[in-house]
């Protein structure tokens, strides 16, 4: 039971890098679920209804995000509708949209759940204690639960997987836009990855005009960061789901 998991996809060059690969990631590993995190899926800020509906239609069943699904204005509506989006659940309680999507398939009932990280960050809620909440309340037929960390920090992000290590199928970070190569499986049987990466332009930082953001540490001044020509990488991960709710194999996909 696999299921891929696309890293940050970002603004255009991301979107067609998914769009151009898919089909054959979908053909190759049959998953019974596609996830991406797609917080920067319009023009590398935010997402949009359009964007949203490109991904949908590429196969991708649920979007994650982080922070910074509020780029645009017209997400505050949209995540209320649309319970395939989702942001992170230790944002304030009264803001919008959903945090978790349960995915029901014949072989299993998945619960993707969006958390995101504080060190370097900002001022949200316990990722810990948000996920003790999510884990407790999920309805009763859920057979895995797959988390989205979207966290700066390494150490956060292999601390709240060893906590959840055996309660989950896989913890899986983005937002760094770099992959990591320590993919693995923690000794209680969660799948575990830093960073899955970006699916965006390579000659970039982080998937943005390296020009722009030099001259932003030059000079301190407000930049307009714009996406990256060029080629584009496909990054992810494949993890494979096991019977009794753990994960048997993660590995990760680097295409271009
Ligand atoms: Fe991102
Ligand atoms: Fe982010």
């Given at each position: 039971m696999n299921v891929v998991?696309?890293?940050?996809?970002?603004?255009?060059?991301?979107?067609?890098?998914?769009?151009?690969?898919?089909?054959?990631?979908?053909?190759?590993?049959?998953?019974?679920?596609?996830?991406?995190?797609?917080?920067?899926?319009?023009?590398?800020?935010?997402?949009?209804?359009?964007?949203?509906?490109?991904?949908?239609?590429?196969g991708i069943q649920v979007l994650?995000?982080?922070?910074?699904?509020?780029?645009?204005?017209?997400?505050?509506?949209?995540?209320?509708?649309?319970p395939r989006i989702l942001r992170p659940a230790n944002y304030p309680p009264q803001i919008p949209g959903a945090s978790v999507y349960i995915h029901r398939c014949p072989e299993a009932v998945v619960a993707v759940v969006n958390l995101i990280g504080r060190v370097f960050m900002g001022d949200y809620d316990c990722p810990f204690r948000t996920a003790d909440q999510i884990l407790t309340a999920l309805p009763e037929d859920v057979t895995h639960v797959i988390v989205d960390f979207h966290a700066e920090a390494t150490s956060e992000k292999i601390a709240?997987?060893?906590?959840?290590?055996?309660?989950?199928?896989?913890?899986?970070?983005?937002?760094t836009h770099v992959q990591t190569a320590d993919e693995q499986l923690l000794p209680k049987g969660t799948a575990y990855i830093t960073d899955v990466g970006m699916c965006g332009p390579i000659d970039s930082v982080l998937g943005v005009e390296p020009e722009t953001v030099i001259n932003k540490f030059l000079t301190q001044l407000p930049t307009r960061f714009s996406v990256a020509k060029g080629p584009a990488c496909l990054c992810g991960v494949v993890v494979s789901l096991n019977k009794t709710g753990g994960a048997e194999g993660i590995f990760r996909l680097n295409l271009q």
């Open positions: 998991m696309l890293g940050d996809v970002f603004g255009r060059p991301g979107r067609r890098i998914a769009a151009q690969f898919l089909p054959e990631l979908i053909e190759t590993y049959q998953p019974i679920l596609v996830m991406a995190n797609g917080e920067n899926a319009a023009g590398g800020f935010g997402l949009t209804k359009k964007v949203a509906e490109e991904l949908f239609e590429m994650t995000s982080g922070n910074h699904i509020w780029d645009q204005k017209e997400m505050y509506s949209l995540i209320a509708a649309e709240l997987a060893r906590y959840l290590d055996g309660r989950i199928a896989a913890l899986l970070g983005t937002h």
